[in-house]
């Protein structure tokens, strides 16, 4: 299946879930870059949560709005300091595609995940919803292809999220 949700980010979210209610961790929360001043991050929080069937699993969401910010060479980024989760930093742990901007716990670093997810069935979705609009649809997806061209990377092979939790797994034996 090629979507938006990374490979084994529903069964990571299940395991996750199962540690919780068997006491091995305290808390699941999100960390993100991402902005969430118009609720896109929350949005994506509930997506996960429906998607993996963990109504709930998120306890906080730490954005870009509540971060500091620093200039990098590629830009300004954005600086996870994990201590907002926990003063020990040997209670923290995160799973992250930019590893070196997060402070105070314990990284594991996964490659960024980028997958194309093809649009055509939305698209038509939306012309046959808001028919009036059907051009202003064509040209704004047709805008945003030639912007964000597809990369044509298949990720579906993609087992970051698998190792992760066999990784987060050993880590929690220790803490």
């Known amino acids: 299946e090629r979507g938006g949700a990374r490979p084994w980010l529903r069964e990571l ?88 901007f997060a402070l105070n716990g314990y990284v594991i670093g996964v490659p960024q995940y980028s997958q194309d997810v093809c649009c055509d069935d939305l698209r038509e979705w939306m012309k046959t919803q808001l028919p009036v609009h059907a051009s202003d649809i064509d040209a704004i997806f047709a805008a945003d292809l030639a912007k964000h061209p597809p990369n044509l990377v298949d990720f579906t092979s993609d087992s970051a999220l698998r190792d992760s939790a066999k990784v987060l797994n050993l880590s929690l034996i220790h803490i």
Not at 14 to 25: D, H, N, P, S, V
Not at 44 to 62: H, N, Q, S
């Open 13 to 100: 979210l299940r395991c996750l879930e199962k540690w919780k209610e068997a006491g091995r961790i305290d808390e699941i929360a999100i960390f993100t870059a991402a902005s969430n001043e118009l609720g896109w991050v929350g949005f994506l929080r509930d997506c996960m949560e429906i998607y993996a069937g963990v109504p709930g699993l998120f306890g906080r969401v730490a954005s870009r709005e509540n971060s500091p910010l620093v200039t990098a060479e590629d830009g300004t980024r954005t600086i996870k300091d994990l201590s907002r989760f926990s003063p020990d930093a040997g209670h923290v742990v995160l799973i992250d595609d930019k590893p070196q």
